[in-house]
């Protein structure tokens, strides 16, 4: 290579690394280049499948090192330890969350006003609502003072995830204590969500510019215009949804109730004592996830006891009677609160399969019990024999396809027929038939 080649090629360099070098004054470009966002769809009640649906949105977002998270939201509320389990994560993400509650008709209820409230840029859709957020005991009516305890706890975390975020903490307690609620443009009005947008790059070019916080760090948000990359239930999450509707709990528990009465009525049965005891523990899955009055299972379980007393004891159907009033119940009182509700229907059908089903148990038992007894000794009174010895008072009789020993308190022939009064042993007591009933 001649001196002449290199410096040619020395000033292409120089050409290539000046153009390629930073204007000073211009802006520095976006970091990453080419970055994208995640996004995923919490929609039900919260519960640990909510919570373990997030925790697998956000992994993914860090690992991949997304430039932001958006969270789609539609929830009634649910479990308040599901609830801080999601904020914890969000308030110490590495990458920012875009909190939106959508679509058009969607709400963030009760523990969805927290979740809503501590995403780094948070939206609603128009047509959608946010609030109240008043604790709820899941066991039942709390007292005056482990009320106000729960009241006092829930609006603090309130105040402390909205100071967090820069939001209105004043309405926040409010939320919680009076259970106010608000439209999306009253949300936006009172500084509990950042604005309103309809669609997702909406909500992007409306975020883009904005700045958000961890600790003393601040970092200005760019995500216009950038690819979306959506998170799709995978068949364990959908499964798990699935366990999680209460209607389908209901069933479960239903089933399991059933096909460990039915293997105790009929042991070595084996089927449905299997499919009941799997049904029963999918179940108790299902309510783990649920705001499950324990008064409604107590009652469904003592429904169940009595089922089976009715079948051990005659008591005429006032034991079965006792079980479809005990089922009713307990089904009616299994979930409490707007994030847990069987279908009316549901619960009316399954009281009267159950009622139907045991009236035709118990009728075929007391239609049993009026019926002459046709096995053993007893079965055999009532029955007709021929003489085929002759009975003086001793000699052979033919049953069927069988040969008795008879006695009779008078002579009859070969060939007549009789009928049994009794059975001594291996001895049938016999008289003859009389002729009008013979012809």
Request: aromatic fraction near 6%.
């Given at each position: 290579?001649?001196?002449?080649?290199?410096?040619?090629?020395?000033?292409?360099?120089?050409?290539?690394?000046?153009?390629?070098?930073?204007?000073?004054g211009?802006?520095?470009?976006?970091?990453?280049?080419g970055?994208?966002?995640?996004?995923?769809?919490?929609?039900?009640?919260?519960?640990?499948?909510?919570?373990e649906?997030?925790d697998?949105?956000?992994?993914?977002?860090e690992?991949?090192?997304?430039?932001?998270?958006?969270?789609?939201?539609?929830t009634?509320?649910?479990?308040?330890?599901?609830?801080?389990?999601?904020?914890?994560?969000?308030?110490?993400?590495?990458?920012?969350?875009?909190t939106?509650?959508?679509?058009?008709?969607?709400?963030?209820?009760?523990?969805?006003?927290?979740?809503?409230?501590?995403?780094?840029?948070?939206?609603?859709?128009?047509?959608?609502?946010?609030?109240?957020?008043?604790?709820?005991?899941?066991?039942?009516?709390?007292?005056?003072?482990?009320?106000r305890?729960?009241?006092?706890?829930?609006?603090?975390?309130?105040?402390?995830?909205?100071?967090?975020?820069?939001?209105?903490?004043?309405?926040?307690?409010?939320?919680?204590?009076?259970?106010?609620?608000?439209?999306?443009?009253?949300?936006?009005?009172?500084?509990?969500?950042?604005?309103?947008?309809?669609?997702?790059?909406?909500?992007?070019?409306?975020?883009?510019?904005?700045?958000?916080?961890?600790?003393?760090?601040?970092?200005?948000?760019?995500?216009k215009?950038?690819?979306?990359?959506?998170?799709?239930?995978?068949?364990?999450q959908r499964?798990?949804?699935?366990?999680?509707?209460?209607?389908?709990?209901?069933?479960?528990?239903?089933?399991?109730?059933?096909?460990?009465?039915?293997?105790?009525?009929?042991?070595?049965?084996?089927?449905?004592?299997?499919?009941?005891?799997?049904?029963?523990?999918?179940?108790?899955?299902?309510?783990?996830?649920?705001?499950?009055?324990?008064?409604?299972?107590?009652?469904?379980?003592?429904?169940?006891?009595?089922?089976?007393?009715?079948?051990?004891?005659?008591?005429?159907?006032?034991?079965?009677?006792?079980?479809?009033?005990?089922?009713?119940?307990?089904?009616?009182?299994l979930?409490?609160g707007?994030?847990?509700?069987?279908?009316?229907?549901?619960?009316?059908g399954?009281?009267?399969?159950?009622?139907?089903?045991?009236?035709?148990?118990?009728?075929?038992?007391?239609?049993?019990?009026?019926?002459?007894?046709?096995?053993?000794?007893?079965?055999?009174?009532?029955?007709?024999?021929?003489?085929?010895?002759?009975?003086?008072?001793?000699?052979?009789?033919?049953?069927?396809?069988?040969?008795?020993?008879?006695r009779?308190?008078?002579?009859?022939?070969?060939?007549?027929?009789v009928?049994?009064?009794?059975?001594?042993?291996?001895?049938?007591?016999?008289?003859?038939?009389?002729?009008?009933?013979?012809?």
């Amino acid at each position: 290579m001649t001196w002449r080649r290199i410096a040619r090629s020395g000033v292409i360099l120089a050409i290539a690394l000046t153009a390629a070098a930073p204007v000073p004054g211009d802006a520095a470009p976006r970091a990453g280049g080419g970055g994208r966002v995640l996004t995923v769809r919490l929609d039900g009640p919260v519960s640990p499948v909510m919570a373990e649906a997030f925790d697998h949105a956000l992994d993914r977002a860090e690992e991949g090192s997304y430039r932001a998270l958006v969270v789609e939201i539609d929830t009634p509320g649910g479990l308040e330890s599901s609830m801080r389990t999601i904020v914890k994560r969000m308030l110490g993400s590495q990458v920012p969350i875009l909190t939106w509650v959508t679509p058009g008709g969607a709400r963030a209820a009760s523990a969805g006003v927290f979740i809503t409230m501590a995403g780094d840029i948070a939206a609603m859709s128009p047509g959608t609502n946010i609030g109240a957020a008043t604790p709820v005991n899941l066991q039942g009516p709390m007292d005056s003072t482990l009320a106000r305890k729960a009241t006092s706890d829930a609006a603090a975390f309130a105040r402390t995830v909205a100071a967090q975020r820069g939001r209105n903490s004043g309405w926040a307690e409010e939320a919680v204590r009076k259970a106010v609620a608000a439209s999306e443009t009253e949300a936006v009005e009172l500084d509990v969500v950042d604005f309103v947008a309809g669609t997702l790059p909406e909500l992007l070019a409306k975020a883009d510019g904005r700045t958000w916080r961890r600790g003393d760090m601040s970092r200005i948000l760019e995500v216009k215009d950038l690819p979306v990359d959506r998170i799709e239930p995978g068949l364990r999450q959908r499964m798990l949804t699935v366990l999680a509707d209460p209607n389908v709990a209901y069933v479960l528990l239903l089933l399991g109730f059933y096909g460990l009465l039915f293997e105790l009525q009929n042991p070595g049965a084996i089927l449905p004592g299997v499919v009941g005891g799997i049904c029963l523990i999918l179940a108790f899955f299902s309510l783990s996830t649920l705001s499950v009055n324990y008064a409604g299972v107590a009652l469904m379980a003592l429904g169940i006891v009595f089922f089976i007393a009715e079948v051990k004891v005659a008591s005429h159907g006032l034991l079965a009677a006792g079980g479809v009033i005990s089922m009713l119940l307990g089904s009616l009182f299994l979930f409490q609160g707007e994030t847990a509700r069987v279908s009316l229907g549901l619960i009316v059908g399954a009281t009267l399969a159950t009622a139907l089903f045991l009236g035709f148990i118990v009728g075929a038992g007391l239609r049993a019990q009026s019926r002459r007894v046709r096995t053993g000794a007893e079965g055999l009174v009532g029955a007709r024999a021929v003489v085929i010895e002759r009975l003086a008072p001793r000699g052979w009789v033919r049953l069927g396809d069988e040969r008795w020993n008879a006695r009779c308190d008078e002579v009859v022939e070969t060939g007549t027929e009789v009928e049994i009064t009794g059975v001594d042993r291996l001895t049938l007591r016999v008289r003859p038939v009389a002729k009008e009933a013979r012809t």
